[in-house]
């Protein structure tokens, strides 16, 4: 890879520290960094730690674009004459060492006073009210604000059927973002099993300690009955996250692309790349939305309900879409078309594609971490671009809607999630972008706006009904 096109990719994601021991020569530290920066790595940091009359000892920071790019950038410094590489550090494995959530008590327990009313005997008071009033468990107990972030670890980000313990990072992360961004106490669960009876099973029986239930990265077309399943047998929220929060940002990005081409969502022609968890839920946030014309195109081509081979969720799809019969490659979908989302798979569409597409053709590939094609080369043909890149401008994240779908769902005592809860969480999202803001670099609010958690949580309380999304 080019230094150029380097520098532009590097990540925090693998950043390193090297501990150097130098010769007392302050030009060396120049040196250190120019060969960084040479080899296309980015400099973040200088620090000398230590200093003695014979060496310096200086921890270098900086950030490369994988694990091989971080190993050239050692291998660069580690040749200077009067540098030697002592030590190096994965800041990213720094951050997860002992992991990166804990519990802590939000009552005091310093005294015998403490003890008895937090824990016996007083708690038995509190334990034979609730008996007799359940309706209480939510203000008296952190059921009222607990949700369980539920996996198998059948389907992590872009790693795949990687099991439920190499998924609890991931799991881990999720419950940090809910208290960060919703205040919202939440427990990664990860299950041994991929069994769809004994994970609705599981998921049942501690139910009655959560007040809510986000499944993550559960494989399609499992994740669809799990789902449904439990939504039919509890009384708290179940949310699939990588269906319906994917849903939620993607129909608020492109309520806000489409006002910057000033075309409609009732007509404009929409091409999804991927019938699984994430392309389903969207497919149908979108027509609950008003679009109409969606084709649906996977590994088998252009979804056709007259294709008898499709397995038993795709049918389903093909059924609900494709009102045009439209065959064949995706280029064929693309023909005509005013919107492409991607949630399939790297490098599947071709930049030149782009332009058998409608007039100013708005472009999401999401597929992380490598997109369906470059949002650079999109560029060059799109007025609208998107990505699930933090690189990018316009990064389709689901951190925009979880958060505050669960807070709302939660401030409410909600039993279920609806699809017009969903639509207003997605109307919230967009509207945080306000007119004198909106412009195709700037069509979705920003993670760290604290204004969306509130709104996506004030648009959810407005409906606490039944009905199943």
């Not at 509190?126 to 604000?145: F, Q, W, Y």
């Not at 994917?246 to 999804?272: D, G, M, S």
């Not at 081509?301 to 059924?319: E, H, Q």
Request: charged share 20%; aromatic share 4%.
């Amino acid at each position: 890879m080019p230094d150029r096109a380097r520098r532009a990719a590097t990540s925090a994601s693998y950043s390193i520290t090297m501990r150097l021991h130098t010769a007392i020569d302050h030009g060396l530290i120049g040196t250190v960094a120019t060969a960084i920066a040479g080899g296309g790595g980015i400099v973040t940091g200088i620090d000398v730690a230590d200093s003695r009359a014979d060496a310096l000892v200086v921890d270098v920071t900086c950030s490369a674009t994988d694990s091989d790019h971080a190993k050239e950038l050692v291998d660069a410094v580690g040749v200077i004459p009067g540098v030697e590489v002592h030590k190096v550090s994965d800041r990213t494995f720094l951050l997860h060492l002992g992991g990166k959530i804990e519990v802590t008590s939000k009552v005091p327990l310093r005294t015998r006073d403490d003890l008895s009313m937090a824990y016996t005997p007083g708690v038995g008071r509190v334990s034979l009210a609730l008996a007799e009033h359940p309706e209480d468990i939510p203000k008296l107990t952190i059921k009222g604000n607990s949700v369980a972030v539920v996996t198998d670890g059948s389907a992590v980000l872009g790693l795949g059927n990687i099991g439920p313990g190499a998924a609890l990072p991931v799991m881990e992360g999720k419950a940090a973002l809910f208290k960060q961004f919703a205040g919202i106490d939440a427990w990664p669960i990860c299950l041994s099993t991929q069994d769809p009876d004994e994970i609705v099973d599981i998921v049942a029986g501690i139910a009655p300690g959560f007040g809510g239930i986000n499944l993550e990265d559960i494989a399609a077309p499992r994740c669809f009955e799990i789902e449904a399943r439990l939504r039919e047998r509890l009384d708290i929220p179940v949310f699939h996250d990588d269906q319906h929060g994917t849903a939620i940002v993607v129909l608020a990005a492109l309520t806000n692309a489409l006002r910057c081409v000033r075309k409609e969502l009732a007509t404009a022609r929409v091409v999804v790349a991927g019938a699984g968890a994430a392309g389903t839920a969207i497919v149908s946030l979108l027509m609950a939305a008003g679009v109409v014309d969606v084709v649906v195109w996977d590994r088998e081509g252009c979804l056709s309900v007259g294709d008898t081979t499709l397995p038993p969720a795709k049918a389903a799809l093909a059924a609900r879409t494709n009102p045009r019969d439209v065959r064949g490659t995706l280029k064929d979908a693309l023909t005509g078309a005013d919107v492409f989302i991607g949630v399939s798979g790297p490098g599947v569409l071709e930049p030149e594609w782009l332009g058998v597409m409608a007039s100013e053709p708005v472009v999401f590939a999401l597929a992380n971490p490598d997109p369906e094609i470059d949002p650079a080369e999109a560029d060059k043909y799109a007025a609208v671009v998107a990505s699930g890149r933090s690189d990018y401008p316009n990064q389709i994240n689901n951190v925009l809607a979880f958060p505050g779908v669960f807070r709302g769902l939660l401030d409410a005592r909600a039993s279920d999630i609806t699809t017009e809860m969903l639509l207003r969480a997605a109307d919230a999202i967009a509207h945080v972008v306000t007119d004198d803001q909106l412009n195709p670099s700037f069509i979705i609010p920003s993670v760290f706006n604290p204004e969306v958690p509130k709104a996506v949580a004030a648009a959810v309380r407005g409906d606490v009904g039944h009905a199943h999304a």
